[in-house]
């Protein structure tokens, strides 16, 4: 991993990887939303936190995240969590 | 009586291997006592995985002392469990293959979720990443699906219809319901049948990790701190007759195989229905010639999962209605293990026990109430009950449903 990135950086890319999986325009997407409210339903949204995991090499814990209801914001805030607690690309 | 007889399928033997062991017996004295087979992961690069626990074959399983230094060479794992299952079975049915042309009028159906995945995984380690140019030459017949079926058959001198079945985690129970169907039309006097899953490969196991439905502590169906299901493995195999020509050699019966339903939900691809899985428990009943009330106990699926839990238990709702809440409910994977294709046979050597003792296995690891899981799961101690008839079922990934309709001899 590399240094770590703003949050503004890190938002506008989560916000681009779930309107490429959701097909939705980018600028449809809140901060507040849920996978839920922009169609991103069970399996698609497992998808979403592969490509993000991907993308930042990261690795989101296992356990402790409902991905269909939790917002986005939550998405941002665990891509710099994850980023924070090491450059190993979250290895397991 | 008569009309309904022709129908029913007496199991005259039953074979299991487990993540309680080798056998049958071990199996059942196991989910009878409440005993979880649930351990950390064996596996050469368990350090690496973020899968830690698993229900595994013992490491005491030695197949060299099953399966001669010919035999085993052709033998992926999930053959070696079949073959042992169902060598137990038939020794436990009596029956001859050999005497009197029967082994023509048996078929062999085994179901199996992916067949040699292990086999499968070390040929591709071998060709990526060692980037060797020749693969062990029985490969293909080691990995082929149909190879557990086949060498059982083989084996037996089994010479009937024999095949594999794959519906994911309900492939035993569709492999069993397709066994049953060809005695009752008359093509088989006898079935093997059943189920074999061993796919915990390095593969598979990441592959797993990444659909993030397993639990990381234990497996606790029902239960409202439920975090996933648990991998196992396993076979389970039965041999099936037809009443008729059981009652003609005077064969003990376990249990009668009285109905089968099977449906497809046709919506997610995960995401489970409770109109489909429902479907498939109404026509078990109605092709058993049971009324919901005749049903005492049912052997859940019960993976475990947030999804499947409360979607099982809104199902049995609506088809069991006032008799639900009478109903005891437990999901042995809490000790087994959720051994996919094989889940099945684990299961209805569960069911089959439960009806000869008059004990039914509990729920393990269920400990917290869950608002949307509301019947009776016979919560981690078992239960003197005595069992007329049961349904064991099972739902599979892709939304493929089987459900057993099972009643006492």
Request: with cysteine; charged share 20%.
């Given at each position: 991993m590399t240094e770590p990135q703003s949050i503004d950086a890190i938002r506008d890319q989560v916000f681009a990887i779930i309107a490429k999986q959701a097909k939705i325009d980018v600028a449809t997407i809140r901060n507040e939303s849920t996978l839920k409210d922009l169609g991103v339903a069970s399996l698609d949204a497992i998808e979403v936190i592969f490509d993000i995991e991907e993308h930042f090499d990261i690795h989101f814990p296992?356990?402790?995240?409902n991905f269909d209801t939790d917002t986005v914001q939550h998405l941002i805030d665990a891509v710099v969590a994850a980023q924070a607690a090491g450059g190993e690309g979250g290895a397991q | 009586m008569t009309e309904v007889d022709n129908r029913a399928i007496a199991i005259t033997g039953m074979g299991a291997i487990s993540a309680f062991g080798e056998g049958a017996e071990a199996l059942w004295s196991g989910l009878r006592e409440g005993r979880s087979g649930i351990r950390p992961l064996r596996h050469e690069r368990a350090a690496d995985l973020r899968v830690r626990i698993a229900a595994q074959v013992p490491e005491s399983f030695d197949p060299a002392a099953h399966f001669g230094e010919r035999a085993l060479p052709m033998l992926d794992r999930a053959s070696q469990f079949a073959l042992y299952a169902a060598n137990e079975a038939v020794a436990q049915s009596?029956?001859?293959?050999?005497?009197?042309?029967l082994g023509g009028r048996t078929g062999v159906v085994i179901g199996t979720g992916v067949g040699g995945e292990t086999t499968q995984d070390e040929q591709s380690r071998r060709l990526y990443a060692e980037n060797a140019t020749r693969l062990h030459p029985l490969t293909i017949v080691r990995l082929m699906i149909n190879a557990p079926a086949s060498q059982i058959s083989m084996a037996h001198g089994l010479r009937g219809p024999s095949f594999a079945v794959a519906s994911a985690c309900a492939s035993t129970n569709h492999a069993i319901a397709q066994a049953a169907l060809m005695i009752r039309a008359g093509l088989i006097d006898v079935a093997v049948a059943g189920g074999t899953e061993a796919c915990l490969s390095y593969g598979a196991l990441r592959a797993w990790e990444a659909m993030?439905?397993?639990?990381?502590?234990t497996c606790r169906p029902f239960s409202g701190n439920r975090r996933g299901l648990v991998l196992g493995e396993g076979a389970g195999v039965f041999v099936l007759e037809s009443m008729a020509h059981a009652r003609a050699r005077g064969a003990n019966i376990l249990g009668v195989l009285a109905g089968v339903g099977m449906s497809a939900d046709a919506g997610d691809i995960v995401a489970p229905d409770p109109a489909g899985s429902g479907s498939a428990m109404a026509q078990a009943l109605a092709d058993a010639g049971l009324a919901p009330e005749d049903i005492d106990y049912i052997n859940a699926h019960?993976?475990?999962?947030p999804a499947n839990d409360p979607t099982e238990t809104r199902a049995i709702h609506a088809v069991f209605g006032a008799h639900a809440p009478k109903l005891a409910v437990s999901s042995t994977k809490s000790m087994h293990g959720h051994a996919l294709g094989a889940s099945g046979a684990l299961e209805l050597v569960a069911v089959l026990g439960a009806m000869r003792d008059g004990v039914v296995p509990p729920t393990a690891n269920l400990d917290v109430a869950d608002?949307?899981?509301?019947?009776?799961?016979?919560?981690?101690q078992p239960r003197e009950l005595k069992v007329r008839a049961a349904l064991s079922n099972s739902f599979a990934f892709g939304g493929l449903n089987a459900v057993l309709a099972v009643r006492a001899a």
């Open positions: 296992d356990q402790g995240t | 009596g029956l001859d293959f050999a005497a009197g042309g993030r439905v397993l639990a990381d502590d019960g993976t475990g999962t608002p949307a899981c509301d019947l009776d799961y016979v919560p981690n």
